[in-house]
């Protein structure tokens, strides 16, 4: 299991599989030399849900230096996605990040949800898992991440957000064969995968719902929840006490994440943009401001 220290994000599988140039800045996190519309940035590893920063001792401090140094890169747009925040003396604060930050920046406020496990889920979550095992749905933890890939990538097509499947087949093949990671898949009766999760312990204690996807059917939900369900006895026996749903800005993935009981825990993102690009990046990426 990697150690709080050796975030996923900050591994070779991913920094040089995930179509851009990644590397490790300071030795606590993930960043990548990148494009937008031909300008350079430095960014978030691409599909990476923030860049696994992680600090031990003196966190308030620490933070501050890693943030100063990021100020300092050259790059004309910059946007770092923080791991969510932790309100206690062992990590990074939303009051540590709010009086820690340079002015250069701009902190845009986002959540994901965390579940604390193990956890009795609600009854309509326990009523769904019923069903799921009596519409004959079975789950099991597999090796080949080849069904993550195909479901991930309907997802995204389904709802119109920018996807390089090759790229990300380079990235799940890579990752796939890392100890910190593992899929699970639900098959219908009739021996169809029609949900499936690719997870990722980024922490000795905290495992991510990094990619994943369905077939759209009369079965798709629950076959979602009985994945879930599995992922989070498999986490556990991993030793981890929360599982991190990665969030999301659809109202309605929002919504099914919270009905498993998962509370809301803010994400911060880091952006600085050079003077002379925000007229153009207030028209083509308005996400940024």
Not at 50 to 65: A, F, I, W
Not at 66 to 74: R, T
Request: with cysteine; proline share 5%.
């Amino acid at each position: 299991m990697p150690t709080p220290l050796q975030s996923p994000f900050l591994s070779d599988s991913w920094l040089k599989n995930c179509g851009a140039k990644g590397f490790v800045f300071k030795d606590v996190c993930a960043l990548a030399n990148s494009s937008l519309k031909g300008i350079p940035a430095t960014i978030t590893p691409p599909w990476a849900l923030d860049c696994g920063l992680t600090l031990k001792n003196d966190v308030e401090k620490k933070y501050e230096s890693f943030a100063l140094g990021l100020s300092k890169l050259k790059s004309p747009i910059i946007f770092v996605d923080l791991p969510p925040v932790c309100e206690n003396l062992k990590g990074v604060s939303s009051a540590i990040v709010k009086q820690n930050t340079p002015s250069c920046f701009r902190v845009q406020w986002r959540h994901t949800r965390i579940l604390d496990i193990p956890s009795k889920l609600p009854s309509n979550r326990r009523k769904q898992l019923n069903k799921a095992e009596r519409e004959g749905i079975s789950c099991e933890v597999v090796e080949s991440w080849e069904n993550v890939h195909e479901l991930h990538d309907i997802s995204r097509n389904r709802k119109g957000l920018a996807n390089d499947s090759s790229q990300l087949k380079t990235l799940l093949d890579a990752v796939a064969s890392e100890d910190y990671s593992f899929a699970v898949e639900a098959k219908d009766s009739d021996g169809n995968c029609i949900a499936s999760g690719g997870f990722i312990m980024v922490s000795d204690h905290r495992c991510l719902y990094a990619f994943g996807g369905q077939k759209r059917g009369a079965n798709s939900a629950i076959a979602s929840v009985a994945m879930l369900g599995l992922a989070m006895k498999e986490a556990q026996d991993r030793g981890a006490t929360e599982f991190d749903f990665g969030g999301s800005a659809d109202p309605g993935v929002d919504r099914f994440y919270k009905e498993f009981g998962a509370r809301s825990v803010p994400k911060a993102r880091l952006v600085k943009v050079a003077w002379w690009l925000k007229p153009v990046l207030r028209v083509v990426r308005q996400d940024l401001f």
